[in-house]
């Protein structure tokens, strides 16, 4: 996992720093998810490592401008580069609505699906590698935060220390993958999580 600052500022950008906007690199499933897309987002993408045709979600914290004012850009962008992605947005009420207004007074269509999540509490994203929750925050509109969790995965085994321990290799090297406690007939008690 690995977080790109595409732009800190608040609500105006400064000549050094772009209005909100971070991607998230998911490189071992080549995927991008952007979390805000003020103004300007497109341009901070260009100069990063960032790939938009590894874009899947988006997230909006909220409605005002310096957190979404580039969101339409780049679905059009994403949309003229004729990648047929599927993107998800996730965000308050209301953005559904914002992305039908612009759609219609700017003759945009997309060649790339979109299916739209309107956030609450809760969770709102999982699969096997990660989970996605979403909680309100304090602002004067509605307004979240998403908090991304990477699952844990299993570590690799080290059979040489088992080994130097006096267990024989077979099925209570299962039990010890597994994270399970074992007893040995000497009594010693091993954790599998040790190894």
């Known amino acids: 996992m690995e977080i790109t600052f595409l732009g800190t ?7 050094a720093r772009n209005v909100s906007s971070l991607a998230l690199r ?5 995927e991008v998810w952007l979390f805000d897309c003020g103004e300007g987002t497109q341009h901070q993408i260009l100069r990063s490592e960032v790939k938009v045709s590894q874009l899947s979600k988006i997230f909006i914290t909220h409605m005002h401008g310096d957190h979404i004012f580039g969101l339409m850009g780049l679905l059009a962008s994403c949309g003229l580069a004729g990648s047929g992605q599927y993107i998800e947005i996730y965000g308050p ?14 003759h945009t269509h997309f060649s790339h699906r979109l299916k739209i999540h309107v956030s609450g509490p809760g969770l709102l994203y999982e699969d096997e590698e990660y989970s996605v929750r979403c909680l309100p925050l304090k602002h004067r509109i509605p ?40 007893t040995l007939e000497d009594g010693r008690r091993i954790r599998g999580q040790d190894l």
């Open 143 to 182: 307004a979240f935060g998403y908090a991304v969790k990477e699952k844990d995965r299993p570590g690799r085994f080290r059979v040489e220390q088992a080994k130097s321990l006096g267990i024989s290799p077979g099925p209570l090297y299962g039990k010890l993958k597994n994270g399970q406690t074992i």
């Open 9 to 15: 500022s608040s609500g105006v950008p400064t000549r």
């Open 93 to 106: 009420p209301g953005l559904e609505d914002y992305l039908k207004a612009c759609t219609r007074y700017s």
């Open 26 to 30: 998911l490189s071992q499933r080549a």
